[in-house]
Every structure is written in structure tokens, then in C-alpha cells.
């Protein structure tokens, strides 16, 4: 059974166009991440939900806007591609404790924007 | 930048070697964790040492944090060629954010 699932694992698609990455846990979890890592593997957090709200916004473009139907489902949607988007989107998630728990990775989603 | 600090970036060696990797940070935090990264994969969470603890081990990881030096190591012991891949380490300064180091790319040689 996968702890954390996204879908797509790989996304080509040109500037300009909308895409969307899904992410699904099945640890129970109550919090959720999405996070970028560049081409030198900085890996930096861009959004963190909570029981399905908003928590952590790191100053990312609004072209990028989070949807969390559930606590086990957390979407990304780009709005207006741009080159420097390309990167490898991961979704995490982990339990709600004050300090901060283990985090569950998924695989990975390869974003190539041409 | 609150990105974190890790060296050497790079680090070679044989197996059954150890293999000592360093992070350093600027904030003050709740606990400090280590994560490996296989080519290709998502990140795999390896330990996790709170900011009252000096020393924690696991299997062949040893973990130190010094937190008047914001900085903590990793050493794993007796290495593998399987634990080739890329090392980071997350600082959580407070509930749901986590600050992830550069990483050090370890190989280690069969």
C-alpha cells in the first residue's frame, strides 16, 4: 500500500498552459505539504494544510493555488506555466503535533515546462 | 535565506567506511530530522533528534545537535553501497514548517 501517492509522476506541457498534480495519503494524517526542489535539489516548502485549511503559504506566485477536497487529498493547480516552474513537485504529510513530526514523502511529480 | 547549510556537499567513499555529514542552521527550532534521498524518489525520513537531546542513534545513524552551535551531524557507520544517495536535514522552528538543508550527495564505492 502507498503512503503517499501523486499522480502524475511525469507532466511536458508548454508555457502557458494550466496543469494540475494530485496527491492522495492514506496514513491518516491531518496535514499536508507541497513542496518544490530545483535542478540543484533545494527542496523549499510552498504550501502546508492543515484539517483541509490554508497554514503555510511561502510566498508563492498566485498562479499556483492549492485545493484540499479532504484530509487525505491535497491538489495543486498551475495556472500560466512558465519555464522556471519546471521542477520535481512533492507532496508530504504528516501528523499534527505541536513540534513538528516525520514527514511522508510521495515519489514525486517531474514537471517540465517548454 | 532560511535555507539550512549542509557539507560537504559532496562526500566519497569506500564501504565499511563512515560517513560524517554536517548541517547548520539560523533559527531556533523544535527538532531538528534527517531524510535520505534515493536518484529519482522521494524523501525518506531517517531520525529525528528534539531540542533538549544531545545524541540519538539509529541502527548504524548517529545523530549529534548542538543547538548553541545551530548545527547537528550525521554519521553513518560500517557504510553500504545501498546507502548511496542524497542527505538532508529539515529544521522545524515551529508547527508545520519545516526548513530543508542544501544536501550532501554521499557515494559510497563497492
Known amino acids: 500500500d502507498t503512503a503517499v501517492s501523486q499522480t502524475p509522476k511525469y507532466l511536458v506541457t508548454q508555457m502557458g498552459n494550466d496543469k494540475s498534480i494530485k496527491c492522495e495519503q492514506n496514513l491518516g494524517h491531518d496535514t499536508m505539504y507541497w513542496y518544490k526542489q530545483d535542478s540543484k535539489k533545494f527542496l523549499k516548502i510552498m504550501f502546508s494544510?492543515?484539517?483541509?485549511?490554508?497554514?503555510i503559504n511561502e510566498t508563492v506566485p498566485n498562479r499556483f493555488s492549492p485545493k484540499s477536497p479532504d484530509k487525505a487529498h491535497l491538489n495543486l493547480h498551475i495556472n500560466s506555466l512558465e519555464l522556471g516552474d519546471s521542477a520535481v513537485y512533492f507532496c508530504a504529510s504528516s501528523q499534527d503535533t505541536a513540534s513538528g513530526g516525520e514527514q511522508y514523502f510521495g515519489p514525486g511529480t517531474r514537471l517540465t515546462v517548454t | 535565506s532560511q535555507q539550512g547549510e549542509e557539507d560537504p556537499q559532496a562526500l566519497s567513499i569506500q564501504e565499511g567506511e563512515n560517513a560524517t555529514m554536517n548541517c547548520s542552521y539560523k533559527?531556533?527550532?523544535?527538532?531538528l530530522q534527517w531524510y535520505r534521498q534515493n536518484s529519482g524518489r522521494g524523501l525518506v525520513h531517517l531520525i529525528l533528534i528534539r531540542s533538549n537531546e544531545r545524541e540519538k542513534h539509529s541502527g548504524r545513524l548517529r545523530v549529534t545537535l548542538d543547538t548553541s552551535k545551530k548545527s547537528s551531524s550525521l554519521l553513518i557507520t560500517a557504510s553500504r553501497a545501498a546507502d548511496t544517495a542524497s542527505y538532508f536535514c529539515a529544521t522545524v522552528p515551529g508547527t508545520y514548517k519545516y526548513i530543508f538543508g542544501t544536501g550532501t550527495r554521499l557515494k559510497v564505492l563497492a
Open positions: 533559527t531556533s527550532i523544535n527538532n
Open positions: 494544510y492543515n484539517n483541509k485549511e490554508l497554514i
